[in-house]
Antibody, heavy 115, light 106 residues
């Protein structure tokens, strides 16, 4: 059974940093492209970014609102993908989901950016 | 950047057919997916490649495409189908979601 479990969310002040993790099981993680999607309270889904598998280059792409502030990385030995969030803004407040390119999703972790 | 446009809400009575449209120029050249999301839950993939249904998704959910518009059809909508529905596509190494449609079945 495929499982994705996000962790690392919490309350952080504007300008602060946070690192989210997404642990995966039930599939060959090293072959998977992994994506982060967020959802602000009461709003729709918003793509954050994606990392390709190492065999496909391991490259990353980001949505315009987070480019230069967020970094996605992966540790295939730990079956984990990370989302490093720096220079956080109040508008980054959202539930952050990881997904295996849309087919499977974690339950999400809430990030609240507030003073 | 690409945009996908959906109606904000659709209402049907139980047993009726619900249709949710999604429009955008990218849909003329890229596949669409549809996701269902219920309150407090993660999205669930309902349709991929415009009209393919993953295993486990009920047959009453179907997708179709015509030009720059894709349509999610729920034949014989049930009360448990009340949810938010999002269309999605991908182009130029970016994902884009529609704004979401709230389906009410009552």
């Amino acid at each position: 059974e495929v499982q994705l479990v996000e962790s690392g969310g919490g309350l952080v002040k504007p300008g602060g940093s946070l690192r989210l993790s997404c642990g995966a099981s039930g599939f060959t993680f090293s072959n998977a492209w992994m994506t982060w999607v967020r959802q602000a309270p009461g709003k729709g889904l918003e793509w954050v970014g994606r990392i390709k598998s190492k065999t496909d280059g391991g490259t990353t792409d980001y949505a315009a609102p987070v480019k230069g502030r967020f970094t996605i990385s992966r540790d295939d030995s730990r079956n984990t993908v990370y989302l490093q969030m720096n220079s956080l803004k109040t508008e980054d407040t959202a539930v952050y989901f990881c997904t295996t390119d849309g087919a499977y999703w974690g339950q999400g972790t809430l990030v609240t950016v507030s003073s | 950047s690409y945009e996908l446009t959906q109606p904000s809400s659709v209402s049907v009575s139980p047993g009726q057919t619900a249709r949710i449209t999604c429009s955008g120029d990218v849909l003329a050249k890229k596949y669409a997916r549809w996701f269902q999301q219920k309150p407090g839950q993660a999205p669930v993939l309902l349709i991929y490649k415009d009209s393919e249904r993953p295993s486990g998704i009920p047959e009453r959910f179907s997708g179709s495409s015509s030009g720059t518009t894709v349509t999610l059809t729920i034949s014989g909508a049930q009360v448990e189908d009340e949810a938010d529905y999002y269309c999605h596509s991908a182009a130029d190494n970016n994902w884009v979601f529609g704004g979401g449609t709230t389906l009410t079945v009552l």
